[in-house]
């Protein structure tokens, strides 16, 4: 398990210069090997070079942006001498080429599989059937259309892939195959140029290029020849200008022979709002689109979505869902469409590594109460049952089956993590009595009982009363928002289990208590953790 050094030096991702270097002060003055006398020198050694190498990292602007984007992996693989000078943008871009070769060095001859399965189902008998037909209504919902996709992706050399994709469409009985190559060249990291040709209904070749300005500005163009049946002849082309502002927003505007689009994305920290346009001269299409990350679940990944589309063909309708990560690879995705000409429809994705899923629903041809409720609920009771029944025992039985396979070396781990941090007490322990009497003489806060863990088993929690007090400082404690296990004198009682940090606290001689999950941030004092307080509330 790799070293957390934000948690090691308690401090939040965010801090700046200032913070490092009165973090690092800190705890130096605890652990410092010439604070001890000579038995303890060892071990507090060990506890100020850790502290030491996480401030080392943190404190230079080039290793702590690979740090942030790499974890300790990328510190250790050497790539970041090559890296100083460079921002943070350009510190990304080299580490993804030089990633990106390695794996091309070690797979040359791979190739890269992604297929989709899409289905349309008319489901619109359901919301009107009694009780004797529902069944009869169930078992014969008809399938409007059904397509299949598969693409495979291979490197030639290496600046060239091709990628091949096949597709079949049976769409009301009218079946279609579709057969499209492209081959890219890339000539740099900022640059490249793709060409395509497609059969089935007539042929197309397309042209396709990306250029990358400046750091903040890009640029593609695109040409595209169709030959229909043998009917006639059409030809596009345009060319698409966009910019970061900044790490929050990006504008693109593209203009071609047949339409004028534009985009404009801004992200704040708990929301994203997408707008976009398109001129052309048989349609114009506004939408507006709104994204809500959340973090709920293992993993905590999840979002909700709610957009608004209007154009001159399709009329105005809208769409709301939400998307849920399941495990690393795996995600699931449920969208209600409501419109006038589009009616009720449920849209459910389900993503496997490079592998989709799609599942369309039609409820209802017009906009009926009845559908809307089936399309909004229906995917909340099924994930819901799913989630209980299916994805959470075998979360839980990998969970299980990843623990036995590293059984014996997460024993080897805890036993020797359970060692560091009891030498770690020991180290604290005279600066642990001085902060409690500066503490008590001046009726601030005290650390009565700390402990860490998972409640509920008596074995699996550790006493961190001592390295609680030595984290407080002018009456105050702060906990960022990271797992605890990297401060010094904890360490994680139980891999893959949920655990909990209790503090009981004396502060103007009044008790408080307060319980957090293991990832969330502490700042103590607060009135709402008193205890009397909390009786008072309770007995009213």
């Given amino acids: 398990m790799e070293d957390d050094y934000y948690s090691i030096l308690n401090l939040d991702r965010k801090c700046g210069e200032e913070e490092l270097k009165a973090a690092y002060r800190r705890l130096s003055r605890i652990f410092h090997p010439d604070r001890h006398c000579s038995s303890d020198k060892e071990s507090a050694e060990l506890q100020f070079q850790k502290i030491k190498r996480a401030y080392e990292v943190l404190i230079d602007p080039q290793l702590r942006t690979i740090y942030d984007l790499y974890g300790v992996q990328g510190i250790e693989s050497g790539q970041h001498l090559a890296l100083y000078d460079m921002d943070r943008n350009k510190i990304k871009e080299t580490f993804e080429r030089i990633q990106r070769q390695k794996k091309e060095r070690d797979q040359e001859a791979a190739t890269n599989p992604i297929s989709s399965i899409s289905l349309e189902l ?67 990291d900022s640059s ?81 709002l997408d707008l976009s346009y398109e001129i052309s001269r048989d349609n114009q299409v506004l939408s507006c689109q709104l994204i809500r990350p959340l973090k709920f679940g293992n993993p905590p990944n999840a979002q909700v979505e709610c957009s608004a589309r209007y154009d001159l063909v399709d009329g105005m309708h ?91 070396e997460l024993e080897t781990q805890l036993e020797q993590a359970k060692q560091e941090a009891r030498e770690a007490v020991n180290l604290m322990r005279p600066t642990y009595d001085r902060n409690v009497n500066v503490e008590q003489c001046k009726g601030g806060l005290v650390i009565v009982q700390a402990w860490y863990g998972v409640f509920g088993s008596a074995n ?49 001689n009044v008790m408080h208590e307060v319980m957090i999950a293991d990832g969330e941030p502490l700042k103590i004092p607060r009135q709402s953790h008193s205890i009397a307080q909390s009786a008072s509330q309770t007995g009213s």
């Fill in 318 to 408: 809208i769409q709301y869902g939400a998307s849920k990560q399941l495990t690393e690879y795996s995600s699931l995705a449920a969208f209600v469409k409501v419109g006038h000409i589009c009616g009720v429809k449920l849209k459910l994705l389900l993503t496997r590594g490079q592998h989709s899923y799609r599942f369309d629903i039609l409820f209802s041809d017009v906009i009926e109460p009845v559908a809307v409720l089936y399309g909004t609920f229906l995917p909340v009771f099924v994930y819901s049952s799913l989630h209980w029944l299916v994805i959470n025992p075998y979360l839980n039985k990998l969970k299980a089956e990843d623990i036995a396979a590293r059984s014996e």
């Fill in 122 to 188: 008319d489901a619109s008998g359901l919301c009107y059937s009694n009780r004797e037909t529902y069944i009869t209504e169930l078992i014969n919902i008809p399938i409007n259309s059904f397509s299949i996709s598969q693409s495979v992706d291979a490197p030639l050399t290496e600046t060239n892939r091709a990628t091949i994709t096949c597709t079949s469409i049976n769409n009301e009985d009218i079946a279609t195959g579709i057969i499209q190559t492209r081959v890219r060249h890339t000539f740099s």
């Fill in 192 to 272: 490249w140029l793709e060409s395509g040709l497609t059969f089935g209904n007539g042929a197309t070749f397309t042209l396709t290029g990306y250029r990358k300005l400046t750091k903040l500005l890009w640029s593609t163009f695109r040409s595209r020849c169709s030959r229909i049946e043998q009917e006639y002849l059409t030809y596009d082309a345009g060319a698409a200008l966009g910019s970061n502002i900044g790490d929050t927003a990006v504008i693109q505007a593209e203009i071609s022979l047949n339409a004028v689009k534009g985009n404009i994305t801004k992200s704040w920290q708990k929301l994203r």
């Fill in 460 to 508: 699996k929690l550790i006493d961190v009363t001592v390295p609680v007090q030595c984290l407080v400082s002018n009456s105050r404690l702060i906990l960022p928002e990271h797992t605890k296990t990297g401060l010094a004198g904890f360490y994680d009682v139980s891999y893959g289990e949920d655990k909990q940090l209790a503090v009981k606290y004396r502060f103007r």
